[in-house]
């Protein structure tokens, strides 16, 4: 015990001796805890709308004005010819082209429908499908409206009706804010903890401590616990900052116990600790950790369930998924900020964590050589 005592004292001071640690550690995961949710928005705003419209009449023209009042539109063209908008749509001004036919309002009051063409810029496949499926939400609208002012329903209708009420749950008000902060403070915690846990031990090798290091007694889980715990304490730091800023900034206040949230942690942690310690004892360079670091941080974002729902991935990216720590800290962290989870509910994802937790600091003292 003393010699792991001496050993996180070392650590301490090497940390805190060291001003661009702690400005990695504190200062870059606060800034970027600010930044990144305005940034990381779902709505897809100011989609960019040019109209080919061979009708002029005041039916179209109260469709169109319905699209702009929307907010979600920009109207960018207003033509009577199609080679216009679409010249537009390859000058990058416009990403969807609605084309309205001629005699629009006669066929929809004769013949009580009638048909419009759509054309979507597709370059940017996100923004394309949305847009899209705002501008045909309002449309439909737009046809329930026209056919609600025609129809004179009566007193008692005939016709059986079915009236469709609908809440959100846990999300009332649909903030995206809600969803993304908690799972880029788990984004935050893991490049924070993994990062520097790979480039501690490295740094010993390129300075030559580590060899001053290895021919002393100082037995190899001992001296990969002085790596770990130090981190481990940081780690849980960045955690009460980021909780702190989602409160102070966001307004997100967990609706489960948050003491579930430090548990969880704890352990997912010792896996992410586990994981960069790991890396830095069969790297030989910062570089090399840093670049083998970046590969595997690549994987956990985009495989974590962020931005994409891991039930809509391929089944192959689905067993990925499996093996990724982060997203089972992304489902936790939601479970308990925004749905209010219990321990029982959480249970199954801590015990994975744990095993992810035994099975990487295992192997990375197994993986450490003391060298003369």
């Not at 939400?137 to 009566?154: K, S, T, V």
């Not at 586990?274 to 950790?289: I, W, Y």
């Amino acid at each position: 015990m003393r010699t792991l005592r001496f050993l996180l004292e070392k650590e301490f001071r090497q940390v805190f001796r060291d001003p661009a640690i702690l400005r990695m550690m504190f200062i870059m995961p606060v800034i970027q805890l600010i930044l990144l949710p305005l940034a990381a928005n779902y709505e897809v705003k100011h989609v960019k709308l040019t109209v080919v419209d061979h009708d002029r009449s005041p039916y179209t023209r109260r469709l169109v004005e319905k699209v702009r009042a929307s907010g979600y539109f920009i109207l960018t063209g207003y033509h009577n010819s199609f080679d216009k908008a679409q010249r537009q749509v390859e000058l990058d001004e416009a990403d969807i082209i609605l084309e309205i036919p001629a005699r629009f309002e006669q066929e929809l009051v004769r013949e009580n429908e009638t048909t419009m063409f759509m054309a979507v810029n597709a370059i940017n496949g996100a923004k394309a499908n949305i847009g899209a499926s705002y501008l045909q939400q309002m449309i439909r609208d737009y046809n329930q409206e026209i056919r609600l002012n025609w129809i004179q329903f009566p007193r008692f209708n005939a016709e059986p009706r079915i009236a469709i009420t609908e809440s959100n749950w846990f999300n009332v008000h649909m903030n995206y804010r809600q969803f993304m902060v908690p799972g880029i403070l788990v984004i935050l915690l893991t490049m924070v903890g993994a990062f520097l846990s790979a480039l501690n031990i490295v740094k010993e090798k390129e300075i030559g401590t580590i060899e001053q290091i290895n021919v002393t007694p100082i037995r190899k889980h001992h001296f990969i616990l002085g790596k770990l715990i130090p981190f481990w304490i940081m780690g849980q730091i960045v955690l009460t900052l980021g909780l702190l800023i989602a409160r102070v900034i966001y307004g997100i206040i967990p609706a489960g116990n948050i003491g579930l949230i430090y548990l969880f942690s704890s352990v997912y942690l010792l896996a992410v600790l586990g994981l960069g310690l790991l890396v830095s004892t069969v790297t030989h360079t910062q570089q090399q950790a840093m670049l083998l670091a970046f590969f595997l941080m690549m994987i956990f974002i985009l495989l974590g369930g962020l931005y994409t729902s891991i039930e809509s991935m391929p089944e192959w990216a689905q067993w990925i998924a499996r093996f990724n720590p982060v997203s089972y800290f992304i489902d936790v962290i939601r479970m308990v900020v925004l749905k209010g989870s219990r321990l029982r509910d959480i249970l199954p994802h801590l015990g994975i964590i744990a095993l992810f937790a035994l099975f990487l600091n295992a192997w990375a003292i197994s993986a450490y050589r003391k060298r003369s």
